[in-house]
């Protein structure tokens, strides 16, 4: 894995498509929008199922650690219905996001198409985009109901998301903050790039970068 500092920008030279994920991605952690959403999910899970508020974060965290996401747990183990869900767990303030200029600039000057793909919805996820100023950044934005409702990290998920999008993995740049979300793209040929606070030695990881603006105009010859 290469650091920003040691990145040539020849890395991706080839790249016709970019696909950012949304949370922790393209808004810095601080910004902590998913203890808003974690505290909707443990209340969603109580509701559901019925049971007391300490079994549904044993729920949560267990869904998403073995499903990928909180949702895919639902549905496969109860049935659960996944546009309430998701109306219901994204329903959050986002007062708190700021615009970002510079990482616009940076998204809307790289050469070919630009993507959001999220475990999100896709309502959602334009909520967050206009609230960063990003809003028209990009030439369209998926969430979880796009795939079938299959999250990342599976396969599957991404097979679909790209078979939509029309993008050629080998030509390809995923942007994640989850290092588990990067091994498919990584398998498919894409270039990954794990964008956190801190970096993880995963061998699917190419990149690793605590600022996605100062990398993104770093690719620029």
């Known amino acids: 894995?290469?650091?920003?500092?040691?990145?040539?920008?020849?890395?991706?030279?080839?790249?016709?498509?970019?696909?950012?994920?949304?949370?922790?991605?393209?808004?810095?952690?601080?910004?902590?929008?998913?203890?808003?959403?974690?505290?909707?999910?443990?209340?969603?899970?109580?509701?559901?199922?019925?049971?007391?508020?300490?079994?549904?974060?044993?729920?949560?965290?267990?869904?998403?650690q073995l499903y990928g996401t909180t949702l895919a747990g639902l549905m496969h183990e109860h049935d659960v219905d996944p546009t309430p869900y998701?109306?219901?767990?994204?329903?959050?303030?986002?007062?708190h996001l700021d615009p970002d200029p510079r990482l616009r600039g940076a998204i809307t000057a790289l050469p070919g198409r630009r993507f959001v793909y999220t475990?999100?919805?896709?309502?959602?996820?334009?909520?967050?985009?206009?609230?960063?100023?990003?809003?028209?950044?990009?030439?369209?934005?998926?969430?979880?109901?796009?795939?079938?409702?299959?999250?990342?990290?599976?396969?599957?998920a991404f097979e679909t998301i790209f078979g939509r999008a029309g993008i050629d993995p080998a030509r390809a740049a995923m942007f994640e903050d989850d290092p588990r979300n990067l091994a498919a793209p990584h398998a498919m040929g894409m270039r990954t790039v794990h964008v956190a606070p801190e970096p993880d030695?995963?061998?699917?990881?190419?990149?690793h970068t605590d600022d996605l603006g100062a990398f993104l105009k770093r690719l620029r010859p």
């Open 1 to 64: 894995m290469r650091s920003l500092a040691s990145m040539p920008h020849r890395d991706f030279h080839h790249v016709e498509a970019w696909v950012f994920d949304l949370d922790n991605t393209l808004y810095p952690p601080a910004a902590r929008l998913f203890d808003q959403i974690e505290v909707r999910m443990t209340a969603y899970v109580m509701d559901a199922l019925g049971v007391p508020r300490e079994e549904a974060d044993r729920l949560r965290a267990h869904y998403w």
């Open 86 to 95: 998701l109306t219901d767990v994204h329903d959050i303030s986002l007062d």
């Open 119 to 156: 475990n999100g919805s896709g309502p959602y996820a334009e909520r967050v985009l206009a609230a960063r100023g990003l809003d028209g950044a990009f030439d369209a934005i998926f969430g979880v109901e796009h795939a079938g409702f299959l999250p990342k990290p599976e396969r599957a």
């Open 201 to 207: 030695p995963a061998p699917h990881i190419h990149h």
